[in-house]
């Protein structure tokens, strides 16, 4: 094989250089900011009238309003997920889609549709927190620092 003189290598490199720059999707970040505050701001909207809904219809005080906000909540995100609908919000809204409750229920949801066909054990049981477990490994890591170090501030009196 013989070696590429200097000229050929820049000439190589600049082909490349054109070619990734081609093929590289270009995004608009003020839209982007846009769609995810509205999907984010409507899935959060949603939960202000069902819990509306839940005390001023049914007359549940405010704990029981939320949580029937929260098991309403991962249900459509669920039902949403199996049916391919909250992929497809996701892709449009981006970030907007990880509001926490709901994008906690697709992603459960997501690799359990994933890996269904793999059986209950080794498809689903094994597979159904593949997206989920680091959040919640992390949430409880970081609670528990986060604890440590309110229980020294108060120790010293600083809380």
């Not at 050929?8 to 490349?16: A, H, I, L, S, T």
């Not at 549940?60 to 909250?86: F, H, P, R």
């Not at 080794?122 to 620092?145: E, M, N, R, T």
Request: net charge negative; with cysteine; hydrophobic share 50%.
């Amino acid at each position: 094989m013989s070696e590429l003189t200097q000229e050929q290598q820049e000439k190589r490199n600049q082909e490349y250089n054109d070619y990734v720059e081609q093929v590289t999707p270009k995004h608009n970040l003020w839209a982007n900011m846009g769609k995810a505050f509205l999907l984010g701001g409507t899935i959060c909207l949603l939960g202000q009238v069902i819990t509306n809904i839940a005390m001023n219809a049914f007359g549940l005080d405010k704990d029981d309003a939320g949580m029937w906000c929260s098991l309403i909540l991962v249900l459509l995100s669920v039902i949403l997920t199996s049916c391919n609908v909250y992929g497809l919000l996701a892709i449009w809204g981006g970030a907007g889609a990880l509001v926490p409750i709901t994008g906690f229920a697709n992603g459960v949801c997501a690799s359990a549709v994933e890996f269904q066909k793999e059986g209950q054990v080794f498809g689903i049981g094994c597979q159904i927190f593949k997206i989920a477990g680091p959040v919640i490994l992390y949430g409880i890591f970081s609670s528990w620092v986060l604890g440590l170090i309110y229980w020294i501030f108060k120790c010293f009196g600083w809380a």
